[in-house]
């Protein structure tokens, strides 16, 4: 088993669509998380934490289910800018590198 | 943020021969990592390079094919030695560090092996 799967799409939304990105992580023991932004040719970015608790930044919600292992990130109100593969990612501890899924791939048509 | 820069943004090379990648970083960092992206894929760790001592090589990866320097706390240096055609991917130097300790990466070294 995968370390952190994710459904690599690609997902294909019209402009103003909400859409939603799962992850799954293996190891429980796992302390951080993460969802990451590749646009094409570029390196990855930070998009934004996840807290157990859930957060929010402007039309990104990330959540996070520790009994389930599982991590989610909805995108609302999707601009044709959001378009980009997105990276979830999940670390051990502080002192431990970042392990990456794969990516799933959006595309925000007009 | 750091700023993290790598030499060479991108390089075609011949089999056998090796390219060094350089990292350089705009601060003192204790953790710097090196990832490879090969195409359609993400982005796997091959080594953390440390400062003083040997770099810590991933289940995969060893320092014979991919020797790794880390002089001081701001640059490291991985080689990609004698090369194959599978080795044509993007390597990415890393660090940690921000607000939430995530990690912080160079623009990549594109390598295409011929």
């Known amino acids: 088993r995968k370390e952190v799967e994710q459904d690599p799409g690609p997902f294909n939304v019209p402009e103003g669509a909400t859409v939603a990105f799962n992850c799954t992580y293996s190891?429980?023991?796992?302390?951080?998380f993460f969802w990451y932004r590749q646009d094409c040719r570029k390196e990855p970015k930070l998009l934004m934490s996840?807290?157990?608790s859930g957060n929010e930044d402007g039309r990104f919600t990330a959540q996070l289910n520790r009994a389930s292992q599982y991590i989610s990130l909805l995108i609302r109100d999707s601009k044709l800018s959001d378009s980009a593969t997105y990276l979830c990612?999940?670390?051990?501890?502080?002192?431990?590198?970042?392990?990456f899924g794969k990516g799933t791939r959006l595309s925000v048509i007009a | 943020s750091a700023v993290i820069s790598q030499k060479p943004s991108r390089d075609i090379c011949q089999r056998g021969t090796s390219l060094t990648i350089q990292c350089q970083v705009d601060?003192?960092?204790?953790?710097m990592f090196w990832y490879r992206q090969q195409p359609g894929q993400s982005l796997t760790l091959i080594a953390t390079?440390?400062?003083?001592?040997?770099?810590?090589?991933e289940s995969g990866f060893v320092i014979d094919k991919f020797p790794i320097s880390r002089p001081n706390l701001t640059f490291s240096t991985l080689t990609v030695s004698n090369m194959s055609p599978e080795d044509s991917s993007i390597y990415l130097c890393?660090?940690?560090?921000?607000?939430?300790?995530?990690?912080?990466f160079g623009p990549g070294t594109r390598l295409t092996v011929l």
């Open positions: 601060s003192q960092v204790t953790m």
């Open positions: 190891n429980s023991a796992s302390q951080s």
């Open positions: 990612v999940v670390s051990l501890s502080g002192n431990t590198p970042l392990v």
């Open positions: 390079a440390n400062q003083g001592s040997e770099a810590t090589y």
């Open positions: 890393s660090i940690k560090g921000g607000s939430y300790n995530e990690q912080f």
């Open positions: 996840v807290y157990s």
